[in-house]
Every structure is written in structure tokens, then in C-alpha cells.
């Protein structure tokens, strides 16, 4: 069983995640995905 300090932590990474996902999605029109990536250095 998951200790609740390693749940918090899977929250706060999975929430982090979600941001990054959400602002990749809402890039200005014309930007690749990979030109985003690269920005924001993600690999």
C-alpha cells in the first residue's frame, strides 16, 4: 500500500502533467507539437 505522501505526490505529478498537456494543446495556431516541445524542453 502507497503511503499517503507518495499519493500526494503522484497527484501533484499527474496534475502537473495535465497543465502541460493543456497548454500544449492551446500552442498558437501553426506551432507544431515537436517546435512546443523544444520551447518548453520537453525531450
Given at each position: ?14 496534475s502537473e502533467?495535465?497543465d502541460?498537456v ?18 518548453h524542453?520537453i525531450?
Amino acid at each position: 500500500m502507497k503511503s499517503h505522501t507518495s499519493l500526494v505526490a503522484q497527484q501533484t505529478r499527474l496534475s502537473e502533467w495535465a497543465d502541460m498537456v493543456r497548454d500544449c494543446q492551446n500552442r498558437p495556431q501553426g506551432m507544431k507539437i515537436d517546435e512546443w516541445c523544444q520551447l518548453h524542453d520537453i525531450t
